[in-house]
């Protein structure tokens, strides 16, 4: 019998960078157990060029990354998440959808990279996604399959907490 995969969906505002590279990570570090997907509450419509290029130095390809909101998420048909968990402190503030399915949710606030000045930018893009793959490796070695819901959300959100210095 094969393992449960876990659908995960990571949101920023703009879903340009920072969701878009933790979605490459999980998909990349989850070895088949997880499936990562990411939106925004008000995408920018293109995916940062910062982003794709640290994914690329990072050796994870994501040919197919693109910039989308998260109603596409909320509508029938659309894959059932398991984990919602916001990486920017815009969307953790705002009104999301209704997740089918009454997903574990969780804050992971990471500092925004797109915001440094442009000789800044890829310092800082390998900043927040050193942050990104320290929560999504710990993420990562939490088993879903075998913990009761509460515990489970409690040790999703404290991964959040996990210092970005």
Known sequence: MS????????????????????????????????????????????????????????????????????????????????????????????????WPGQPIKAHWGVFDPAAAENDQKHIEFGKAFAVLERRVTLFTSLRPESLERLALERQVREIGCIGES
Not at 38 to 61: C, W
Not at 85 to 92: G, L, P
């Open 3 to 98: 393992e449960r995969v876990f659908n995960v969906l990571f949101l920023c505002t703009g879903n340009s960078a920072r969701s878009i590279m933790a979605e490459g990570l999980l998909n990349k570090l989850g070895a088949g157990r997880f499936r990562a997907y990411s939106a925004g509450s008000h995408p920018t419509g293109q995916v940062n060029p910062f982003a794709l290029e640290r994914l690329q130095l990072e050796g994870i390809a994501l040919a197919d990354a693109r910039s989308k909101s998260w109603d596409e998420f909320a509508q029938p048909g659309a894959p059932a998440m398991d984990f919602v968990i916001t990486v920017c402190d815009n969307a953790a503030g705002e009104v999301c959808p209704v």
